[in-house]
């Protein structure tokens, strides 16, 4: 990431927006580890007077995200605390799983956040969402807002390449982490996410990553035991590995999938199939 393509002059004003929003108060972050809450994160950590980050841990969640969570969070020298559950024992309409499902995913998790928020008397329950995403397909923000969290890279209008650029130079160890959505995402709208299906999806992206050594992967749920596999831009010419293939296929066939799909275009934002 060069430095000269951005203007330090607006990138700190920005933060000195962030910094008078934080300065002095009691923070309760929704941590995941990733680039943008470890950003966020990072920069209460500067200004608040006390920060506490707090990482939901369930079936939901990828293999090995909350090992790494735990890791940044211990560069950042900030406590972390982990609550456990499934969102499916806690809304019907995330189980359900329609074009909006993040929106319920949300719910659940800001209820937890707030009995925290309340019981400890914590000022503010802020999220790493940034200026760029609100361009996409964002049902989970329209959560975070109706239950009062802050977002303040939104509010100082931080871009999602500017999140990584301040994680870079801060040297925090997510800073060029791939973004990994809940696994509920991998499901084709409508197909009902149950325990076994995400347990299926987490071995399946956990497999093919740790063997093939990818950062990165997808494995689409798309109903009736299909699993449609996008590999990274960068690692689409792995479909040509034959060996490989025949690997992964009979490794998702003994996880009970009865057809896999190789997507020739390759991973792209997940949007609902309507």
Known sequence: MELEIFNLEKIQKKIKIVE???HGKKILVAFSGGVDSSVVSFLASQYAKEVLLVMQDGLSVGI??????????????ISLEVIEY???????????????????????LHEFLDEIKEDRNFDLVISGTNYSDLK?????????????????M????????????????NELISFD???????????????????????????????????????SIRVRDDGQ?????????????????????????????SYGYDKIILDKIGYRPNVPSI
């Open 86 to 108: 499934n969102e499916i024992d806690y809304s019907d309409e995330y189980q359900r799983n329609p074009e909006n499902r993040c929106y319920y995913c949300k719910q659940v």
């Open 20 to 22: 008078n929003l934080l």
């Open 136 to 152: 996409g397909h964002r049902p989970g923000h329209v959560a975070t807002l109706e239950k009062g969290v802050v977002n303040p």
């Open 177 to 215: 982490r791939p973004a990994t959505a809940c696994l509920a995402s991998r499901f084709k709208t409508g197909v009902e996410i149950t325990k076994e299906g995400l347990r299926r999806v987490a071995k399946s992206e956990d497999f093919i990553k740790s063997e093939f050594k990818l950062k």
């Open 64 to 77: 090995g995200e909350k090992d790494f969570a735990v890791k940044q969070a211990k560069q950042l020298g």
């Open 154 to 169: 939104v509010i100082a209008k931080i871009t999602k390449q500017e999140v990584r650029w301040i994680a870079e130079i």
């Open 225 to 253: 035991d299909i699993a449609r596999i996008e590999f990274m831009k960068e690692d689409l010419i792995l479909i040509k590995n034959t060996r490989m293939i025949d690997e992964i296929r009979e490794k998702l066939r």
